[in-house]
Each structure stands twice: as structure tokens, then as C-alpha cells.
């Protein structure tokens, strides 16, 4: 069994910053790729982020890039998402994932419980 455990969200003002983290623990965890998600209130979940173990390279949604970034430690089994310039619209519930590589949520297998993010004006 693989547990993914976020960290890191909280209340910020429009313009600042928060870095989240998402820590990967489980005797068999090997995944290709791990991802964030996020859900804002009474939207459906989307895709933000995602990172290819193997060579490190990432991918954004639009809505993200140039503002937020993620790398990982492999060997910490750990991902960073530093988010840059929040924006209200950023607010919701963010989720760590693990698994293929993809941006659809049916890639991954496992889910953390979800970290909130919430951007004030």
C-alpha cells in the first residue's frame, strides 16, 4: 500500500506564495510519474502539475505555468510544489497523486487527502 501525505497549504493574500509537499511512503511505491490536482469549491477536480520520475521533466496546466513549480527527491520519495503569485482563483483543495504519466486523474493510483489553498483578494 502506498500513502501520499500533503503538507504545506494554508491562507495567503493574492500575490504571495505557499510551497506544498507531498511525501510518498509504502514498502512496493514505484511510480512513473507523480502529479498535483486541485479542486476548487463546486468546480471538478483538474490537473496542475505533474513530474516524470525518471528524468525530472514537468508539465503545467496553463492556468500554473510561469507561476508554479514542481520538482521532487527521489530519494525522499517527495515532490515540491512552489506556487508563485497566488491568484484567488488558485483557492481549493490541492492533491497529490501518483502514477502514470498523464494529466487525466484516472492515470493515478494513489491520492493524498488534499491540502487547502486559499488565496484572499
Known amino acids: 500500500q502506498v500513502q501520499l501525505v500533503e503538507s504545506g497549504g494554508g491562507l495567503v493574500q493574492a500575490g504571495g506564495s505557499l510551497r506544498l509537499s507531498c511525501a510518498a511512503s509504502?514498502?512496493?511505491?514505484?511510480?512513473?510519474?507523480m502529479a498535483w490536482f486541485r479542486q476548487a469549491p463546486g468546480k471538478e477536480r483538474e490537473f496542475a502539475a505533474r513530474?516524470?520520475?525518471?528524468?525530472?521533466?514537468?508539465d503545467y496546466a496553463d492556468s500554473v505555468k510561469g507561476r508554479f513549480t514542481l520538482s521532487g527527491d527521489k530519494a525522499k520519495k517527495t515532490v515540491y510544489l512552489q506556487m508563485n503569485n497566488l491568484k484567488p482563483e488558485d483557492t481549493g483543495v490541492y492533491y497529490c497523486a501518483a502514477g502514470s504519466l498523464g494529466r487525466d486523474e484516472n492515470f493515478y493510483d494513489y491520492w493524498g487527502q488534499g491540502t487547502q489553498v486559499t488565496v484572499s483578494s
Open positions: 509504502g514498502r512496493t511505491f514505484f511510480s512513473s510519474s
Open positions: 513530474i516524470r520520475w525518471t528524468d525530472g521533466w514537468t
